[in-house]
């Protein structure tokens, strides 16, 4: 193999990696989902979200740096994968495979198991996990981009 054939065999393998990676980051973004709202509606960051923060040495204006900055990235990423679902939705609109969609949503946002999402989408234990992971393939495309070379 030359020189220029490993360089572009290695860069492959750099973008299959990547690839794999966004997807892996996908899934456990949509794992903590449930988790991520609880985090936004129940941190606290400020001594005045504390009902007896008089009596714990606090001034009216201290802040949890830490928590506001967490608080500020969960945000920041809620809404991207908001964003990404809505065109994802759209997609699966178009492409008249909405089951898809609801199956990704019934598991990662509602927290359904496989048994009763195939319930509710009256289909094959095997196809939800199916559909799931192409779900989870292309909002890995929404949320983090599409390598150089596809």
């Known amino acids: 193999m030359d020189e220029k054939a490993l360089v572009?065999?290695?860069a492959d393998e750099m973008e299959r990696?990547?690839?794999?990676?966004?997807?892996?980051r996908t899934?456990?973004?949509l794992e903590h989902y449930r988790i991520m709202r609880v985090f936004l509606s129940?941190?606290?960051?400020?001594?005045?979200?504390?009902?007896?923060?008089?009596?714990l040495g606090l001034d009216e204006g201290d802040k949890l740096e830490s928590v506001r900055a967490a608080r500020a990235r969960t945000?920041?990423?809620?809404?991207h994968i908001k964003s990404a679902l809505t065109e994802l939705h759209k997609q699966c609109q178009k492409s008249k495979e909405l089951h898809k969609y609801r199956?990704?949503?019934?598991?990662?946002?509602?927290?359904?198991?496989?048994?009763e999402i195939?319930?509710?989408?009256?289909?094959?234990?095997a196809s939800p996990p199916r559909w799931q992971k192409q779900m989870i393939t292309e909002l890995s495309m929404l949320l983090f981009g599409v390598n150089d070379r596809l």
């Open 8 to 10: 572009i065999a290695i």
């Open 17 to 24: 990696r990547q690839s794999r990676d966004n997807i892996k």
């Open 27 to 29: 899934r456990e973004l």
């Open 42 to 55: 129940t941190a606290i960051s400020e001594a005045t979200q504390i009902t007896e923060w008089q009596g």
């Open 75 to 79: 945000v920041l990423m809620m809404e």
């Open 103 to 115: 199956a990704l949503v019934l598991k990662y946002m509602k927290g359904l198991s496989n048994e």
């Open 118 to 125: 195939c319930e509710k989408l009256e289909c094959g234990k």
